[in-house]
């Protein structure tokens, strides 16, 4: 990954990065571990980098079962100072929506912060190529928790919070 600070400032500026793979259930493993690479690097802990994976990977199976015909998946992925951000979409066929019931959309839920899906056109998403066509669109937020000792001590603090001693 490359230097995300700014030189002048040391603020810590967004960072893009976009892979296209095809919708073969062959080649979605690569994006789950780019995920989890990305992640790690972010320095999301053990349980979030897995939950992103997760997330990623049925996001991709579910774009995948909405895709037009042989078309790429497309995943853009946004690293931020307090987060991720990861865009997902497919071409499909004109008036063709993200499935948002069952097992597979309630994971999702439970596992990112945000998660968003709906049908839209490469003029407006992430990395589209600025035509009307239709696309199917997955969209999933992760926030990075750092935690100081002053969290650790309110936390210890809650009365709701029983502690084994």
Known sequence: MVDTTGAATGE???ERL?????????QLPAVRAMTGDLAMRMDFDLDA??????AV???CA???SVALG??????????ARDGLRIDAWVPTAPGVDVPRDGFGWAVLHTLVDTVEAGPSNQSVVVAGNGQATPV???????QLRRYSAIDALTEQS???VSVAR
């Open 12 to 14: 810590r500026r967004t």
């Open 18 to 26: 976009e892979l296209r793979v095809p919708t073969s259930p062959t």
């Open 49 to 54: 980098v897995e939950d992103l994976r997760l």
């Open 57 to 59: 990977d049925e996001a």
């Open 62 to 64: 579910t774009l995948s």
């Open 70 to 79: 042989d078309a790429p998946l497309t995943v853009v992925f946004e690293a």
């Open 136 to 142: 199917a669109c997955i969209s999933l937020v992760k």
């Open 158 to 160: 809650d009365p709701d």
